[in-house]
């Protein structure tokens, strides 16, 4: 076959691709609007104040963010990074765990998640 075939096949599955992964991400969105109007996001929330002024990994869904959790709200986590704060939105947050830590106690320098 002429490699010219292959690429608009390739194209295609590129598209395809990208289009499924919109769907699932549109989907998340539209069951966190659906908890957040029946109130049910009281979980995460009580899960979060454990983690507060500690430094931990937060993973939400387009993003990673990483600092101390100084605060935890009705709707949202405030975090500090290098004397920054950053407000982000809990209704968002997929998971929040401790920064890891090697053997020695130091912070990994590379998190593979």
Do not use: H
């Amino acid at each position: 076959m002429n490699p010219s075939t292959y690429i608009p096949i390739i194209i295609l599955w590129i598209i395809i691709f990208v289009m499924l992964r919109k769907r699932k991400k549109a989907l998340i969105i539209r069951k966190i609007i659906k908890k957040r109007k029946t109130g049910d996001n009281t979980e995460m929330k009580e899960l979060a104040k454990r983690f507060i002024d500690k430094e931990c990994l937060i993973n939400s869904i387009d993003s990673q963010y990483e600092g101390v959790i100084k605060e935890v709200t009705d709707g949202a986590i405030l975090l500090e990074k290098a004397g920054k704060s950053e407000v982000i939105n809990l209704d968002f947050v997929i998971r929040i765990r401790e920064f890891p830590k090697n053997k020695k106690g130091k912070k990994k320098s590379v998190v593979l998640d």
